[in-house]
């Protein structure tokens, strides 16, 4: 039974106080205790808040108001717990995020009966290593991507899957994508549109030099080894397109699944294929 229900929103998004306001009401109506992130409780006017480690160990339910951005960061909050999320699209596109505004509250009361379905969402880890020794560590749920600063050359990349050596790239970059992160950046990039659920990670080069470094679909248990082999070049790793930082010669990164899913409330109306011609404007004259 879901009692402890947390909701992040996107701050300065519109119609986010209203709707908030609705679902909160209606919470509180039927017994629940409502956990606002800081953000959430300051749009309401509130001043206290629960923190996020409150919400990673107490909650039962997160709902997210805003777009896939906001759900990305919002999936950091509890990391590594079996929390499922319900996203309401308050942004652009919204595949994460795919509740309409309009069917928000409708729907939050379908999910406290028990009435909902979920994907399982694979998320992946990227370890990154400097002598043998760890010095950075985080979870991505939609892509790692690699790229050069804005005034540095094509650099190159050297991959390894499973210590069997693939390929060294001269690209402007690499996206290393899951399969919920193949409409993102990676589809932008030329890279294929992936089921969800399929037990996937898509490597697809930025811009590459040769026309035959082409995208590639491997096995979710495959671990990716990645060097980068300039040492004069500005080149940065990013991650979910939130958090960043900057490479450095003898770094090593190790990407691999995480063993902790997403657990995303899905939309009972409507099919993936459905979502994509919604979104991607499919069948549009």
């Excluded at 749920?141 to 690699?146: A, G, M």
């Excluded at 089921?195 to 990716?224: A, F, G, M, Q």
Aim: net charge negative.
């Amino acid at each position: 039974m879901m009692k402890n229900i947390a909701i992040v929103v996107k701050p300065h998004a519109e119609e986010v106080a209203d709707i908030t306001i609705q679902i909160c009401d209606y919470l509180k109506s039927e017994g629940k205790n409502v956990l606002l992130e800081e953000r959430t409780a300051s749009v309401l006017g509130y001043s206290d808040f629960t923190a996020h480690d409150e919400i990673k160990n107490n909650a039962d339910l997160l709902i997210v108001l805003g777009g896939d951005g906001t759900l990305i960061s919002s999936n950091r909050i509890i990391s590594g717990a079996n929390i499922p999320i319900l996203g309401v699209n308050l942004g652009r596109l919204g595949f994460l995020t795919e509740t309409k505004v309009e069917e928000a509250l409708d729907t939050v009361k379908k999910v406290l009966s028990g009435n909902y379905r979920f994907d399982n969402r694979m998320k992946l880890i990227s370890d990154i290593f400097y002598d043998e020794e760890k010095v950075f560590g985080i979870e991505v749920l939609n892509d790692i991507v690699i790229n050069k600063g804005a005034l540095a050359r094509i650099i190159d990349i050297e991959v390894h899957i499973d210590n069997q050596y693939v390929n060294t790239y001269r690209a402007d970059g690499l996206i290393i994508s899951t399969p919920t992160g193949s409409t993102a950046y990676t589809l932008a990039a030329g890279g294929p549109i992936v089921y969800p659920t399929l037990n996937s990670i898509i490597l697809t080069p930025i811009c590459p030099h040769s026309l035959t470094h082409r995208p590639i679909v491997i096995h979710d248990d495959s671990e990716i080894k990645i060097r980068i082999l300039n040492d004069d070049e500005k080149v940065f790793i990013t991650y979910d397109g939130q958090i960043g930082r900057k490479m450095s010669l003898k770094e090593e990164i190790f990407i691999y699944k995480s063993p902790q899913p997403v657990k995303l409330i899905v939309s009972q109306k409507r099919n993936y294929f459905a979502l994509l011609k919604e979104k991607l404007g499919w069948g549009s004259t």
